[in-house]
């Protein structure tokens, strides 16, 4: 399963890269976000990877990031590892005026046991949670509370 989304954020570029950058900065728009454990590799940069774990419901979920591409401000990239779930996603960070940045995202999921299930049932429920977390950055960003 492929898709896209994308959101405009209305600050620069670079404010945005530093907040999407600091990882003590997911708890603020990443839902049930509980931690990140550098397992190897140089923490952020290509190659690196971690455990991330997240609370969904009743159920913890640990999945493997492995980054792939970081070439900021333009790029991100990352595969995240789940039971029964691949997810390569590639962050794109482009200057939309002055004062503005549009953030597009390129998902690709595979899944394996029941989560293919899920995944062709429910396709609709993996690209709204996508556009959750866009939208939750977007409000931690602009919020003056930050």
Known sequence: MNYTCEIIID???DQVIELFDNPDNMKHWQTGFISLEPLSGTPGQAGAQSKLTYQMGKRTIEMTE???S???????SATYEAANVWNEVKNFFHEHG??????VTEQTFRFGGFMKLMGWLMPGAFKKQ???YL???KAFAESSER
């Open 98 to 103: 002055p004062d503005q940045t549009r953030w």
């Open 11 to 13: 600050l620069p570029r």
């Open 135 to 137: 939208q939750d950055f």
């Open 66 to 68: 492995t980054i792939l």
């Open 130 to 132: 996508s556009m959750k």
């Open 70 to 76: 970081r070439d900021l401000p333009s790029e991100f």
